[in-house]
C-alpha cells in the first residue's frame, strides 16, 4: 500500500480523494496524474488486497475508487463486493485491459457505475467527472429531501398544535387535510370523522344591511385581503359564529391550486357581545323611563 508522495493538502484545497484498487504501481501513478493534469488536486492511495481496501475505507473518506478488474491476490469482483459493505454513495469505476463484456454486464448490474479498458484515457476522466457530478447530485438530493422532511415535520407539528383550527382543501372547497382545533369546533372528537362527515366548509356570510345569510365559496374569501365573520353549522345543528380566514397556493404552475385556512370560533364572544348590547338597551331605557316620571 502506498500514499502519494506529495504532502496531504489541506480539506480546502483537495479536489478529489481517489482510492485505487491496483497492483502496478506504475497504473497507479499514471491514473493519479492523469488527474492531476485534468485540473484535479489529487490525494490518492494504492491498495492491492482486500484488507488493505477495508483499512483505507475504514480510516478515510474517499471521492471515488477506482478498481483493476484483474491482480494476483485480488480482483474487481471482490473489491466491488468489498465497497458494497460499506454502503458508501460514490462511483466504483472498473479498468481493465481483460474483461468481456458479460462480465462487464454482470459487475455494472451488481453495483459498479462504469468500466473502461486500460488504456482508453480519452474515456477515462470524461466518465470520472461525469460520476462524480452524478454522486454530488445524488448527495443534493438527498440533503434537500432531509430539510423537506424536516420542514414538513415541523408544519405538520404546529398544524396539529395550534390553538386554532387550520384547513386544507381544494379550490372548490373539498377538505383535505384539518387539524383536531377544527374539528373539535364543528363538534367531532377527530379530524377523521370530521373530513368524513363534513366535506365541503360552506361559510355563511351575513349582510350587514339586510342582516340576510348567503352561502359563499372559500375561494371568493381567498381573494379578500383580511379575515371576516361567518357562520357554519355544527354537527349537532348549532350554529358556529367563527372569524375566517383563507388564502390560496399554487406550488407548482401545472398543479391545481389549493386553498389553505384559520377558522377561529367565536361563539362565546359575540353571545357576551350580544348579551351587553342588550344590558346597554335595558339601560338605556330605563333612563329614559324614570325620566319622564
Given at each position: 500500500?502506498?500514499?502519494a508522495?506529495q504532502?496531504?493538502?489541506s480539506?480546502?484545497?483537495t479536489?478529489?480523494?481517489v482510492?485505487?484498487v491496483e497492483d502496478?504501481?506504475?497504473e497507479?501513478k499514471?491514473t ?11 490525494v490518492h492511495e494504492?491498495?492491492e488486497t482486500?484488507?488493505q481496501m477495508s483499512t483505507?475505507l ?6 471515488i475508487?477506482?478498481?483493476d478488474?484483474?491482480m494476483?491476490d485480488f480482483?474487481g ?11 458508501l ?6 479498468v481493465?485491459?481483460?474483461i468481456g463484456?458479460?462480465?462487464a454486464?454482470?459487475?455494472?448490474k451488481m ?17 470520472i467527472k461525469s460520476h462524480?457530478?452524478?454522486a ?5 438530493n438527498?440533503?434537500l429531501?432531509?430539510?423537506l422532511?424536516?420542514s ?5 407539528g404546529f398544524?396539529?398544535n395550534a390553538h386554532?383550527g387550520?384547513?386544507?382543501?381544494s379550490?372548490n372547497?373539498a377538505?383535505l387535510?384539518?387539524n383536531?382545533?377544527m374539528?373539535?369546533a364543528?363538534?367531532f372528537?377527530?379530524?377523521?370523522d ?8 360552506k ?10 345569510a348567503?352561502?359563499v365559496?372559500?375561494?371568493?374569501l381567498?381573494n379578500?385581503d ?6 357554519f353549522?355544527r ?9 375566517i380566514?383563507?388564502w390560496?397556493?399554487q406550488e407548482d404552475?401545472?398543479k391545481?391550486v389549493?386553498l389553505?385556512g384559520i ?5 362565546k364572544?359575540?353571545e ?5 348590547r342588550?344590558m ?7 333612563i329614559?323611563l324614570t325620566?319622564?316620571?
Open positions: 500500500m502506498e500514499s508522495s504532502p496531504t493538502p480539506p480546502a484545497e479536489d478529489l480523494r482510492l485505487i502496478s504501481k506504475i497507479a499514471f493519479a496524474n492523469l488527474l492531476k493534469k485534468n485540473g484535479y488536486a489529487v494504492r491498495v482486500e484488507e483505507a475504514d480510516e478515510h473518506k474517499w471521492d475508487i477506482i478498481s478488474y484483474q494476483p480482483d469482483m471482490r473489491a466491488l463486493k468489498v465497497f458494497q459493505k460499506y454502503e454513495d460514490i462511483p466504483f469505476i472498473l481493465s485491459g481483460k463484456e458479460e462480465t454486464v454482470d459487475l455494472m453495483g459498479a457505475h462504469d468500466y473502461i479498458m486500460k488504456g482508453n484515457t480519452a474515456r477515462l476522466v470524461p466518465a462524480l457530478q452524478d454530488a447530485n445524488r448527495r443534493e438527498l440533503r429531501e432531509k430539510r422532511k424536516e414538513e415535520a415541523q408544519y405538520r398544524f396539529q386554532i387550520i384547513f386544507r382543501c379550490e372547497g377538505l387535510d384539518a383536531l382545533r374539528a373539535n364543528f363538534g372528537e377527530n379530524p377523521q370530521f373530513m368524513k362527515s363534513i366535506e365541503t366548509l361559510p355563511e356570510i351575513h349582510d350587514l344591511n339586510t342582516r340576510e348567503r352561502t365559496k372559500l375561494i371568493e381567498a379578500q383580511d379575515h371576516c365573520e361567518a357562520s353549522h354537527a349537532d345543528g348549532s350554529i358556529m359564529e367563527a372569524k380566514n383563507v390560496a397556493i404552475p401545472e391545481p389549493y389553505e377558522v377561529e370560533d367565536i361563539t364572544q359575540k357576551m357581545e350580544r348579551k351587553l342588550e346597554e338597551e335595558l339601560h338605556e331605557s330605563l329614559d325620566s319622564n316620571l
